[in-house]
């Protein structure tokens, strides 16, 4: 049972995601595309999201979650899903006979999923070109890839590297891990392997124009339409935010009387006039930083949030009298943005979107 009247919700902007789509697909040429919908497709709804990526066309898709990936094939999405290393090697044959294409970041996992299959085994292999974070160590990797592609019943599908960055020293650190990655790329042409997708640029990489000989690219920021304002980039200003906003309403009024500590323990206010919003903490609201107020909308009117709670906050509503229980409340949207909700936080939008992510119900619609 899903109860009828949420708390609070995302409303996710169709249009914009499918703008975004072509705007990548403009810059990518004659490159595949995979389109990252990990961590609830980025706290946008992932089995919508995949939806809508499988009738535009891209190519693959690619997440961290077993779950979701599964959620997404009861959706009916049929495009290749590719899971990033998310599971010991154990469970590796789980993803395989889900139908799931599993990533092989170490040649452990390659045995244990050679023995346990009994038919042609399509995986990918993940090398790590300076991340040191998953994936087998780029000095191995032409060794380790021959040992995986000579083990029936594997067949070396994909090759893949992360290279992500987020200002202008972190794009030339990419610009010399995608070197190595093309030299591994052309050294095992030479020996017979040439798997159907090669991939190592992401969103970031993609928008600062670095070239790369990888047949493939990994979108994931860019279709949603955030986190690449930085200077190491260009041309991120034609994509437009796929979440318009994240709204709640308004459950309890109250006329404060002088000394009140509202709010209290988790915020102080001297508010003649405050409401209740139903959301909190354990739905990933921010206390607010001491001395930076955060900003909501009620009735076109900016105020302030003043208090937050497990369950709960507390807004100002002294700049809106007319407040009235069951008006919405914009915690995103008329005004309030993403860039600015990172800033007041010290956090990224990315960190921003999976705070809300946690108890949330999607709404999607189309801007005109």
């Not at 490159?31 to 919908?37: E, H, P, R, Y």
């Not at 392997?193 to 047949?215: C, H, K, M, W, Y």
């Amino acid at each position: 049972m899903t109860f009828a009247h949420p708390s609070h919700w995302a409303e996710v902007d169709i249009a914009n995601l499918h703008h975004n789509y072509a705007v990548v697909r403009r810059r990518l040429r004659r490159k595949k595309l995979i389109g990252s919908v990990k961590a609830d497709a980025y706290g946008h709804g992932a089995v919508r999201i995949a939806q809508e990526l499988a009738a535009l066309g891209v190519d693959a898709l690619t997440t961290g979650s077993p779950d979701e990936a599964l959620a997404i094939r009861r959706g009916g999405v049929r495009v290749p899903i590719i899971m990033l290393g998310c599971c010991p090697p154990g469970e590796l044959p789980d993803l395989a006979r889900a139908g799931l294409l599993p990533t092989i970041t170490d040649l452990a996992g390659a045995r244990v999923l050679a023995g346990a299959m009994r038919y042609p085994t399509a995986v990918y292999v993940k090398v790590d070109c300076g991340l040191g974070r998953l994936g087998i160590p780029l000095a191995d990797a032409p060794a380790a890839i021959r040992a995986i592609a000579a083990q029936p019943p594997l067949v070396v599908a994909g090759i893949y590297t992360h290279l992500p960055f987020h200002d202008a020293a972190g794009r030339e650190w990419a610009r010399a891990g995608l070197a190595r990655f093309d030299h591994l790329l052309r050294a095992l042409a030479e020996e017979g392997v040439s798997p159907a997708i090669t991939q190592a640029r992401a969103s970031a990489g993609l928008f600062a124009d670095l070239e790369d000989a990888a047949n493939s690219v990994c979108a994931g920021h860019a279709l949603y339409g955030f986190g690449l304002t930085d200077a190491a980039v260009a041309g991120a200003d034609e994509l437009r935010p796929a979440l318009r906003a994240i709204t709640t309403r308004l459950i309890h009024l109250a006329d404060q009387t002088p000394g009140t500590r509202q709010g209290a323990p988790y915020g102080h206010s001297a508010a003649r006039r405050t409401g209740v919003i139903p959301i909190g903490t354990a739905d990933g609201l921010r206390r607010p930083p001491e001395g930076r107020p955060v900003p909501v909308v009620v009735r076109g009117h900016r105020v302030r949030l003043i208090g937050v709670s497990l369950e709960h906050a507390v807004v100002d509503l002294d700049e809106a009298p007319e407040a009235a229980v069951g008006d919405a409340v914009s915690l995103l949207g008329e005004g309030v943005t993403l860039a600015e909700l990172a800033a007041l936080n010290g956090v990224t939008e990315r960190e921003v979107l999976m705070q809300f992510a946690r108890r949330i119900t999607y709404r999607y619609g189309r801007s005109a």
